[in-house]
C-alpha cells in the first residue's frame, strides 16, 4: 500500500514536469497545426543550461550545496534559463519554420526533426555522450513519512510542485484573461480572420514559442534537480511521453496536457514500480498509438467531431 | 528568361550533346556498372597512388549500396505514396532478426542465407500490414509520430526480450510462463555470430565464396546486385497502374477514390513494399556483419533515410541513390577525413588560444547529425524538390520549359518532385485537432 | 469504344429509371443539408439540378458518390443499393463524376489523369506491376491507347504530355470530363462543367454533352448554374432551394414556376418578372 502511494506521488511529480513540456507541444500545434519535434530539445537544453549553472555556482563560486544562497540562487538561475530556451524556441520557429508556413504540412515538420537533430548534437557536444551528475543543491532531506517510518516525499517533489504549479496557474490566468491570450486563443481557431481582425499574427506566433520554450526550459531545471541529472537524450525520452500526454489531453487543449501530463507521469510510475523500468517506454509508446487510432481527439476531449 | 539567355543555356558546352535521352542513361548506366565491377578490385591501389585524396573504402561502399536500398524503399512510401514514416529503421531490424534467428547458433537452425532473405521480406511485409491497417487513415503528422512510437518499440522489444520473464500475476498463482531470463534475441549483446550468405564454388578463395565482413569485396558484388533488383523493381512499380494509383492518392485522395481506387489497400500496399524492402537490406546487412544488437536499429537511422531521401530528391528513383552515396559517404569517409586534414586542427590551436574546451577538442565526425539537420531544415527552404530531381523538373521549375521527350515514367517522377516543391493548398482541411485524414 | 461507355445492361428494358434516390436527408449536426428529397434519373436522359447556392446540390451529388452517408433514405443504381458505398465502390458500379472546383492530379500528364481513371477496369495487381508478364504489357499498352482515344474525344490529344496544372482552364474541365469517362461509367455527374467557360466553350461543351448521350448512351445528371444550358439540354429539370425540391419537371415548366423564381430572385420578383 505504502509503496503505491508512494509510486503515486513520485507519478505526480513527474506527471506535472510532462504536463509542463505537454503544454509546450500542445500550445504550438494549436496555433500552427505544427508538432515541433524540437520542443524537447529545447528542454533537454534547459536541463544543460541548469548543470553549467549549478557547476558555476557551488564549484565556481564555492556555494556550498543545500544552504540557503544556493537556493535563493536556483530561483534566480530559474528565470534565465527560461528566458534563454524561450529566445531559442523563437529562434528556430522564425528561422526553420516561418519560412514554410504556407507550405505543405509536411514540410515543417521535416524542418522542425531537423531542428531537432540540431539541438540534440549540440547537446552531445556541450556534455559528452553519457549522463552527467548535477552537482546537489537541494538538501537531501524527507519531509513526510508514512506510518511505518518509510520516508514518503522530501524537498525534492516540494520543489517539482513549488515550480510547476505556479508557472501553470500563471500560464492559465495569461492564456485566459490577458489580451495576448485572447489573441493567441483567436489565432490558433483562425489564423486568416484573426489577421484581419487586426491581430499581428507573426507575433502572436512567435509569443506561443516564446512562451513554450520558456516552459521547457523551467521543466528543464526542474528535472536537472529532481533527477540529478542531465543528458543529451533527455529530449527524445521525455519527449515521446510529453507528447503522448497531450495526445491524450486533446491536442490544443491545456486542460487536457495538464490532465494527461499527470496521467502518464503515474503510469509511468507505476509501470517503473510494479512492472519493469524497461518496459515503460513500450506501453506509453502503445498507449500514445492506441489512442491516436481509436480516439484521435483525445480522452479528455468532448468533440467527437462530426465531419462536415 | 530571356530568350538570348535560354538559347544560351541551351548551347552549353553538354558531353552528351546530340545524344539521344535513351542512349545517354544507357551509357552512364555501363559506366556505373563498370565503375562498380572495377573499384573494389582497384582501391587499395588508387589508396597508395593517391594517399591524399578521401577514397571511400569497399566497406563503406557497402553502407551506401545497403542505404541505397532502404531509400529507394522508403522512397515508395514517401515519394509516391506521400505517407511520412519515420519509424523505417523497425522493419530493418525485423529483417535483420529474422535472419538471426533463422541461420545461426543462436536458436541452432542454420537455413541457407539464400532462402532466409525471402522469409526475411515476407516478415518485415507482414510488420508493414500490421502497422499499417489501423494507422494509414491518420494525417500526415499523426502518421509519423505513430510509426516513429512503433519504430522505438520495436528496438526496446528486441533489447528487452534478451533477458525476460513471463509469468502469471501474483493473485494468480505467479506459474511462469516463460522463462525465467528467457533470452530471446540477445538484448543489448545481441546476435553474433550469423551465418553469411554462401556460394559453393571453389577458387583462389576457399571451398565457397563467403558473403561477410570478411570479404568486402565479393560482398559489396552481391549488394549492388541486390541494389540493381530493388532499383529495377520501384522503376516498374513507379511505372505501373500502382504507381499511378499512388501517384493519384498523393495528389488528391478524395479525386482518387473518385477514380475507383480503394484507398486503404492501395496505401497499405505502399507501406508494405516499402517495408519489405528494408527487410531485404536487413536480412543482408545482419548477415554480412555476421552480429546484430538492438540499440543499432534506432530513430536516427530512420532519420538518416529521411535526409538521403530529401537531400537526393523525394520520388526520383536515381536521386536518392545518389543521395545514399553521397550522405553515407560524407558521414563515413568525408566528415573524417575533413577533420583529419582541414577543419580539427586550427580548432584545436584556436581552442588552445582562447581556453574554450570545445574547440580544443573538436572533431567534425562529432557534428555529423548537426550537419544533417542543417540540411533538412534548408532542402526543405530552399529546395524541397532534392538535389537530383528529374532534368525535366529542374527545368520547369526554373522556367526553362517542358522537354517534350519526358516518357511517363519520369513524367510522374516529375510530378512527385513538384508537388513537393510547389505550394499546394490543401482542398480540404480537417478540423484542428482531428488527426483522421478524409472527411466523411 | 463506343460499346465500352453507358453500355445498357440486361436490367435495362425493366425500369426506365437508372437511379432512385428517396427520402435523402443529410443532416451535419444541428445543420439540415438536404431534406427528405425524392429523385428519379430516366435512362438515357440528361437531368439537371439547379436552385441558388447553399441549396444542398452538391451535397446530393456527394450522398450519391459516396462522400457523405446519408443520414435518412435510400439511392439505388441500376437495381443496386448505392446508400453508403464508399467512393471507389460506387465508381465500380458505373457512376463517374467531375468536381465543381476541378479536382485533376496537377502533377500529372493529361495522359496520367486519364490513365488514372481507368484504374479499376485494369485488372494487373501488384506482383503483376512487379514482374511485367505480356499480360500486363500488353494491357498498359491497350490501357495507353485508349487513353489517347479519350483525350482525342476532348480534343486534348496534342496536349497528351502536358502538366495538368500548366493546362488552360478550358482544357482543364474537359480533362476531368475525359477522366470521368475513362472509368466507363453508365451515369455521369457533372458539378457545374460549364462554370467559368465562355458562350463558345460552352456551346461546344453542351454538344459534347449531347453527344455523350446520344452517341454513347450515358445518362446524365448536372448542376448546372447557367440557365441557357440549363433550358436547351436538359430532358427534365429539378429545383431545389434550402435542401428541399421545390420543383421538377420540363425546362418550362420549371422556368415559369413561380417558386423557382421566388427562389431564386427574392418574393416580390415573381410578381415583375
Known sequence: ?????????????????????????????GILELINFAHADVFMLGTAFTYFALE?????????????????????????????????????????????????????LISAIGMSFVLQNVGLVILGPSQRAVEPVLPKTDLAFFPSGTPWFGIDEVMVVGITIPLLLVLRWFVGSTRQGKAMRATAQDREASGLMGIDVNRTISLTFLIAGALGGAAGLVVALYYGQTWFQFGFQFGLLSFTAAVLGGVGNLTGATLGGLLIGIIGALSDRFLEAKWTSVIVFSILILVLVFRPTGLLSEKASERA | MTAAVRSRRLAMPDPFRGMERKRREKLILIGVVILAVVYPLVFRALESAFPFVPWPGTSVLIICATFAILALGLNIVMGFAGLLDLGYVAFYAIGAYTTAFLASPHFGIHVSWWIVVVIAVAAAAGAGILLGAPTLKLRGDYLAIVTLGFGEIVRIVFRNLGDFTLALPAFLGGAVLIGPNANLTGGNVGINPIDPPTIPIPGPWGNEI?????????????????????????????DSKLGRAWMAIREDETAAAAMGINTVTTKLLAFSLGAS??????????????????????????ILVVVIIILGGIGSLRGVVIGAFAVQYVN?????????????????AFGEATG??????????????LIFGIVLAIMMIRRPEGLFPVESARAELHGVGISSDTTSGTADELAVAEEFATEVTQADETQAGDPREDQR | MTAAIG??????????????????????????????????IPRGGIVSLIGPNGAGKTTFFNMITGLYIPTEGSITFDGAELTGRKPHEVVRLGVARTFQNIRLFGNMTAEGNVLVGLHHRLKGR??????????????????????????????????????????????????????????????????????????????????????????????VLLIEHDMKVVMGISDRVTVLDHGEKIAEGSPAEVRANIRVIEAYLGRGAAGAG
Open chain 2, 210 to 238: 563467403v558473403f561477410s565482413n570478411q570479404n568486402a569485396t565479393a560482398s559489396f558484388y552481391l549488394v549492388a546486385v541486390l541494389l540493381a533488383i530493388t532499383f529495377i523493381v520501384c522503376t516498374r512499380l513507379r
Open chain 3, 126 to 219: 501488384w506482383y503483376g506491376a512487379i514482374l511485367r508478364p505480356p499480360s500486363i504489357k500488353r494491357e498498359e499498352a491497350e490501357a495507353h491507347a485508349r487513353a489517347m482515344e479519350l483525350l482525342k474525344l476532348v480534343d486534348l490529344d496534342q496536349r497528351s504530355q502536358t502538366l495538368a496544372r500548366n493546362l488552360p482552364y478550358g482544357d482543364q474541365r474537359r480533362l476531368e470530363i475525359a477522366r470521368a469517362l475513362a472509368t466507363e461509367p453508365k451515369l455521369l455527374l457533372l458539378d457545374e462543367p460549364t462554370a467559368g467557360m465562355n458562350p463558345e466553350e460552352t456551346r461546344r461543351l453542351t454538344d459534347f454533352v449531347r453527344r455523350l448521350r446520344d452517341e454513347f448512351g450515358l445518362t
Open chain 1, 1 to 29: 500500500m505504502e509503496e503505491l502511494v508512494k509510486a503515486l506521488t513520485i507519478g505526480l511529480a513527474n506527471g506535472l514536469i510532462i504536463a509542463l513540456i505537454a503544454i509546450g507541444y500542445t500550445l504550438v500545434y
Open chain 2, 332 to 348: 563515413q569517409t568525408l566528415l573524417r577525413y575533413l577533420g583529419e586534414n582541414v577543419i580539427n586542427a586550427p580548432m584545436h
Open chain 3, 7 to 40: 453500355a445498357p445492361t440486361a436490367a435495362a428494358s425493366e425500369s426506365g429509371d437508372l437511379l432512385i434516390a428517396s427520402g435523402c436527408t443529410k443532416r451535419f449536426g444541428g445543420l439540415l443539408a438536404v431534406s427528405d428529397i425524392d429523385f428519379t
Open chain 2, 356 to 369: 574554450i574546451a570545445l574547440l580544443r577538442d573538436f572533431n567534425l565526425v562529432n557534428y555529423n547529425y
Open chain 1, 56 to 108: 558555476v555556482i557551488v564549484i565556481g563560486l564555492g556555494i556550498s550545496p543545500g544552504s540557503l544562497t544556493a537556493l535563493l540562487l536556483i530561483f534566480a538561475v530559474l528565470p534565465v534559463i527560461m528566458i534563454l530556451t524561450a529566445v531559442i524556441n523563437a529562434s528556430i520557429e522564425r528561422v526553420a519554420y516561418r519560412p514554410l508556413r504556407n507550405a505543405p504540412r509536411l514540410a515543417p
Open chain 2, 277 to 302: 524492402f528494408s527487410g531485404f537490406a536487413g536480412a543482408f546487412t545482419g548477415a554480412y556483419q555476421t552480429a546484430i544488437f538492438a540499440e543499432s536499429f534506432n530513430f536516427a537511422v530512420s
